[in-house]
């Protein structure tokens, strides 16, 4: 089965990485999808296949589409708690669940 994890460089997210293979019940894919190289980067060791650590834009529905295909379950970990020139409240928690809910619709997942 595979799982996707959004926003897998946070605490919640390598914790899920980290124990999600060896707790799961049936033998879970966890697939890490974060936003940039550095995150990709700092998560990479904490797969079992560096393949798994995917780079996604919530402004690309591609790429959010790409991450979900053949997903059972996404996880989604938005976020952030303060806003920085770069990135908003509105951007990094809404507009983010908003792309990948509207992904998991288009790929199927309940």
């Known amino acids: 089965m595979k799982v996707a994890v959004t926003g897998a460089n946070s605490a919640v997210g390598r914790?899920?990485?980290?124990c999600g293979p060896?707790?799961?019940?049936?033998?879970?894919?966890?697939?890490?999808?974060v936003?940039?190289?550095?995150?990709?980067?700092?998560?990479?060791?904490?797969v079992s296949d560096a393949n798994d650590v995917v780079r996604i834009s919530y402004n690309n529905p591609?790429?959010?589409?790409?991450?979900?295909?053949?997903a059972a379950a996404v996880i989604?970990?938005?976020g952030i708690l303060v806003e920085r020139p770069d990135s908003t409240y509105?951007?990094?928690?809404?507009?983010?669940?908003?792309?990948?809910?509207?992904?998991?619709?288009?790929?199927?997942?309940?």
């Open 90 to 110: 509105e951007q990094a928690n809404v507009a983010s669940t908003r792309s990948v809910v509207e992904a998991a619709k288009r790929a199927a997942l309940q």
């Open 35 to 46: 936003r940039s190289d550095r995150a990709a980067e700092q998560i990479r060791s904490q």
């Open 15 to 18: 914790a899920i990485l980290r």
């Open 22 to 33: 060896t707790a799961a019940v049936t033998p879970t894919n966890f697939v890490a999808a």
């Open 62 to 70: 591609g790429s959010v589409d790409a991450v979900l295909q053949g």
């Open 76 to 78: 989604h970990l938005p």
